[in-house]
């Protein structure tokens, strides 16, 4: 994350003359810019919020493009400035500077996070080794972007996924100050001013934020998102800030008219940047195609009114808190969403209730417990003394120790990296949730008809009191067409229903096929409410009397589609509609209030209340696929629907038998 644009703490140093120059070599005073921690602290509080739960702040991954522009600003302020003082940049200087800024923390935060993810829940390793290649030579952006991962609606949770804005920084940069030393060699050779420079310079963001507009898939941004080249725009404009405010004009704050706006344009960049967090979901074309530019303007503004002069914006954001805060962010960042995902496994929790509160809040302390042990352990050491002068105290301080000392501490790192070796080398290739999802769909390709064979043992839907209901209604096949057909509302039978479904119903093929011997289930992974409607088109000569549709969990509710659905199917056939849930998908909420206003326009259509039924024991490791108790849960919930539905239209109780679970 942009975070780690800073030198020390939001410290943009005036360079020395080079040895060579006329003038002895000193090194004035370093200026520090005032509010940038304060900004940084609220930037990493709106993404860990996000990761906690993305409905307490659909927005707030937006808080990356907060640090992007920090990042642009500072480290184009740093080339400038040195450029402007020496006539070149220290190239090597500049990237030792930074590896020492992001390294140190980076090789203890991959390898301890990995051996405690084994001990909890193996799934939470699954593509470890192309996530700890990505994480150590910062290319996880395209290794994941390659690999068809989903950061919004990944099936499988990956213990570095928030490594992709770390990645994108540092190419960032590397290549960054080659392409700036070209225009300022530009700048110089033509005699351009900054105001020309700097319109260039935001010029490749704007061209960025154009391909991300561009490439944007609402099925899945991550290739939008994640790109280098589609997620510039802030780095650019806090580049091309930096340019303009380093030079005479200072970014025009000396002039009349900032002066007499100032106070209006900070409250206006407050109120854009909070509504943008709250409001801006990640499910929503507008928040890539206007919302990411939108607060990366609004940022700038806002940094460029903190760093002018003090005043109420500036005394907020020097808090002693926000910045403690700030000055960790690298480490909160890097620790965040591991010990997220580890305590969510270890403590299973359902979003909503206290319980997950209490995790969410045991999560928070102790990643900033791990992140300030970082910073004063790690990254303070290496940053001051550097990698050499941090190696030699640490020979130093193993040579005061004694022999059996020494062999004690070698014996333990040895261990721990045959351990850690073992680890990643017998990682998972996919999930257990992908395995049984895989197991399921070939279980119902085997069926010619796509419907269960499963052999009824007993009646498992209803009270005796309804066979003979149910008799009259096989009878009937449950295949004929609606104008033959006379509507019946008493409960269905096994053989009577008909499921459409994505990896949901996939996954719970075997409790479906428990609860409803002979169920007729066409399902299959990635499916969206238009492939829903292909199916049950296709199937429209042979729908049986009872249709379950459980889709949207790939890429939301399409409440027309649903509708289109709906007129295929009838009203004189039962239809349920299973809501969704998802620990981590803020859309979920307005998902499923768009499917109950449907329900609630049609007599013969009713929910199953997946949402309300799961228990944090009934979800695998994804925080959305049901688990093999959960599956079974999943089914009761569908049953429960339609004994409902039977009730509402028929005016007679269903008694569902209890049938036991595994």
């Known amino acids: 994350m942009a975070h780690t644009s800073t030198t020390e703490d939001a410290t943009v140093a005036s360079v020395a003359p080079s040895a060579s120059s006329t003038v002895a070599p000193t090194r004035p005073p370093r200026g520090h810019l005032s509010g940038l921690d304060g900004l940084r602290a609220l930037a990493i509080a709106a993404v860990i919020v996000f990761h906690l739960d993305p409905d307490w702040l659909p927005g707030g991954f937006l808080g990356v493009d907060i640090f992007f522009v920090i990042s642009g600003f500072l480290i184009t302020t740093l080339l400038v400035r040195e450029h402007r003082s020496t006539g070149r940049v220290d190239l090597i200087g500049f990237w030792t500077r930074r590896a020492r800024r992001l390294l140190p923390a980076l090789v203890i935060v991959v390898p301890v996070a990995i051996l405690i993810a084994r001990t909890v829940e193996t799934d939470l390793l699954v593509g470890i080794r192309r996530q700890a290649v ?91 998102y994640y790109g280098t080249d589609t997620h510039l725009f802030g780095l650019m404009l806090g580049a091309a800030l930096a340019i303009v405010w380093t030079g005479p004009a200072r970014a025009w704050t000396t002039t009349p008219l900032w002066r007499e706006r100032r106070t209006w344009l900070v409250a ?31 940022t700038a503004l806002l940094m460029l009114a903190a760093i002018e002069r003090p005043g109420p914006l500036r005394s907020v954001l020097d808090l002693a808190p926000l910045v403690w805060i700030g000055k960790r962010s690298y480490g909160i960042y890097l620790w965040h969403w591991p010990v997220i995902l580890i305590i969510g496994q270890d ?108 052999t009824p043992a007993a009646d498992a839907s209803a009270s005796p009191s309804q066979s003979a209901g149910e008799d009259d209604a096989k009878e009937q096949d449950g295949t004929l067409g609606s104008a033959d057909r006379k509507a019946d509302f008493t409960m269905p039978a096994g053989d009577e229903i008909q499921i459409f479904g994505d990896s949901m119903v996939v996954g719970a093929v075997p409790a479906l096929e428990y609860y409803f011997p002979g169920v007729r289930i066409d399902a299959k992974s990635n499916r969206r409410w238009s492939d829903g409607l292909s199916a049950v088109t296709a199937a429209q000569d042979s729908l049986r009397r009872a249709v379950v549709l459980a889709f949207g969990t790939n890429a939301g509710t399409d409440p027309e589609t ?72 999943y089914a009761a919930t569908i049953r429960q629907a339609l004994a409902d539905l039977s009730e509402q239209h028929t005016g007679k109780a269903v008694t569902l038998k209890e049938l036991p679970r595994p």
């Open 134 to 224: 990505g994480a150590l030579t910062f290319s996880t952006n395209w290794l994941e972007i390659v690999h068809g991962s989903n950061y919004f609606a990944a099936t499988s949770p990956q213990l570095f996924m928030n490594f992709w804005s770390l990645a994108v920084e540092e190419q960032f940069y590397l290549f960054w100050p080659l392409v700036a030393l070209a225009l300022l060699a530009v700048h110089r050779r033509f005699a351009l001013t900054e105001e020309v420079l700097a319109g260039l310079v935001l010029g490749i963001g704007v061209a960025s934020a154009v391909l991300m507009a561009v490439t944007y898939d609402p099925a899945n941004a991550t290739r939008a």
């Open 268 to 298: 206006g960049c407050v109120v854009t940047i909070a509504a943008l967090l709250l409001l801006a979901g990640e499910g929503s074309a507008w928040t890539f195609r206007l919302g990411i530019p939108l607060i990366s303007v609004a």
């Open 347 to 454: 403590i299973p929790t359902n979003a909503g209730t206290d319980e997950f509160i209490w995790t969410r809040i045991w999560a928070v302390l102790v990643t900033l417990a791990l992140s300030d042990l970082s910073f004063r352990f790690v990254e303070t050491p290496v940053r001051r003394l550097g990698f050499r002068g941090s190696l030699r105290h640490i020979v130093t301080s193993l040579g005061s120790l004694s022999l059996g000392g020494r062999r004690a501490i070698t014996a333990v790192v040895v261990a721990v990296a045959a351990v850690l070796a073992f680890v990643v080398v017998t990682a998972p290739d996919i999930s257990r949730t992908q395995q049984m999802i895989e197991d399921n769909q070939a279980r119902i390709e085997q069926q010619p008809d796509g419907s269960s064979d499963a």
């Open 562 to 633: 649903v509708e289109k659905i709906l007129d295929e199917i009838g009203d004189d056939r039962m239809v349920v509609l299973v809501n969704l849930h998802a620990d981590r998908l803020s859309r979920i909420d307005g998902d499923n209030a768009d499917l109950a206003e449907i329900a609630d326009e049609h007599p013969n259509v009713t929910i199953a209340d997946w949402d309300s039924a799961v228990a944090a024991e009934d979800l695998q490791a994804d925080g959305i696929h049901p688990s093999l108790g959960g599956a079974h849960s």
